[in-house]
């Protein structure tokens, strides 16, 4: 019987911690047995409002485990117990695994550093910036670095818990846990289509220029156009993007151009080409290849998953 111990970190996000107990702790599966635990035995309050678990196991559970999962907690600085304890437990050999901002707390314990990670979206690039040694991934679902394991936001978290049921015991004994669960055992694509991330400007600098080209997409719009319109050179709007966008001129204008595209296939019935001419993409083909490059799908599987029927 292989030993799951989620911790609990608090406040937890219930979603989270119940992926990992519910997939792992149902008695038909009966390979698993899925043990909640936090910093100590008793309440644990949650992210949700008025809603809090209860836990029978403390830290020392960790040690008993040959998987560890770490759901989502709301980020700031892990107790010093916990660290050591889920390094204990990685030295004592269990799998260390986290789902959503779990990833944080593996990051302070130092179970990422040189090694690639992802989380949720909206949290990656601060996971970046406060632990510079992790190889942050920030489109994919799950990350697989062998003893340690890191997902994406939510529901992301389940993904991963099939794949380690594929990992354990085989890809059938993952299809028939996601039969049970109601569903795919693979998602089209990594978390990048799900990201809302901005395009437009952090500050008046480029402000005007970049309300401009989302105004004219649909234009052959190129760098030395941006440039003109901002009545600077090439490589002072570089710098000037690079500061206030943390990109270049050339890759915002990809990402708005895709941001607008996933727009059209979520509100229309548009053809690809039709889309990639409205959005200045050129070609189908060319809408199609940067469309898997950026959301690991395409644009017509993203429009089955979006767009309202």
């Known amino acids: 019987m292989h030993r799951v111990v989620v911790l609990a970190l608090p406040p937890v996000v219930a979603f989270d911690a119940t992926i990992a107990t519910q997939v792992f702790g149902h008695e038909g599966l009966g390979r698993y047995e899925a043990v909640l635990c936090s910093l100590q035995a008793g309440p644990v309050p949650t992210t949700t409002p008025g809603f809090a678990i209860t836990v029978a196991a403390n830290l020392e559970t960790l040690m008993t485990a040959d ?42 314990a130092g179970l990422l550093d040189g090694r690639r990670a992802t989380t949720h979206w909206a949290h990656a690039a601060d996971l970046a910036r406060e632990h510079p040694a992790v190889r942050v991934d920030p489109a994919v679902l799950y990350v697989d670095e062998g003893t340690v394991l890191t997902s994406a936001g939510l529901t992301a978290g389940l993904d991963l818990c099939l794949y380690l049921i594929g990992l354990d015991h085989g890809q059938q004994a993952a299809i028939q846990r996601a039969r049970h669960m109601v569903t795919p055992l693979h998602r089209a694509g990594g978390q990048a289509q799900y990201s809302v991330a901005g395009t437009t400007a952090a ?4 402000k005007s220029v970049t309300e401009w080209a989302l105004a004219n997409l649909h234009q052959p719009i190129t760098v030395a156009d941006l440039a003109r319109e901002a009545v600077q050179s090439t490589r002072t709007l570089s710098r000037v993007f690079a500061t206030e966008l943390g990109t270049s001129p050339r890759a915002w204008l990809i990402a708005a151009r895709l941001r607008m595209a996933c727009t059209l296939l979520e509100t229309g019935d548009r053809s690809v080409e039709e ?16 469309f898997r490059r950026t959301y690991a799908t395409t644009p017509l599987a993203y429009r089955s998953t979006f767009q309202q029927r």
């Open 275 to 290: 889309i990639a001419r409205r959005t200045g993409m050129g070609s189908a083909a060319n809408l199609r290849l940067h």
């Open 67 to 108: 998987t560890v999962v770490v759901p989502g907690f709301r980020r700031g600085p892990v107790s010093a117990d916990a660290l050591d304890a889920l390094r204990a437990a990685h030295q004592h050999g269990a799998r260390i695994v986290s789902i959503c901002t779990g990833a944080f707390a593996l990051a302070q």
């Open 203 to 206: 500050s008046e600098r480029i």
